[in-house]
């Protein structure tokens, strides 16, 4: 069993930065993830990142601006945001799977989900 739990969340004015961490506890997972979902909307793909090798992949609205790594030592995965705007503002799910594979954008190839963790970013 997996364990996940966010921090870092919170209220930043647009075009600062935030850097959220899931601390993952239990098995070993092939592949992270971080997930997001505004009020209303769908649960929609931010990034991934394959624990084993470090590759990563992003959706197109975060590229450039967001930057997922982990530390193997802590088991830690960390989404760092910059240049923050106010569409970016959604509760932020951590996500993991056994298998690896960079083409897991979708919530419902994640068996193991955090809590979530708010970031709301003013205008």
């Known amino acids: 069993q997996v364990q996940l739990v966010e921090s870092g969340g919170g209220l930043v004015q647009a075009g600062g930065s935030l850097r959220l961490s899931c601390a993952a506890s239990?098995?070993?997972?092939?592949?992270y993830a971080w997930f997001r979902q505004a009020p209303g909307k769908e649960r929609e793909f931010v990034s991934l990142i394959l624990w084993s090798g470090g590759s990563t992949n992003y959706a197109d609205s975060v590229r450039g601006r967001f930057t997922i790594s982990r530390d193997k030592a802590k088991n830690t995965v960390y989404l760092q945001m910059y240049s923050l705007k106010p569409e970016d503002t959604a509760v932020y799910y951590c996500?993991?799977?056994?298998?690896?594979?960079?083409?897991?954008?979708?919530?419902?190839?994640?068996?193991?989900w955090g809590q979530g963790t708010q970031v709301t970013v003013s205008s």
């Open positions: 996500a993991a799977r056994t298998s690896a594979g960079l083409t897991y954008v979708y919530a419902s190839a994640y068996a193991y």
């Open positions: 239990g098995l070993t997972v092939g592949t």
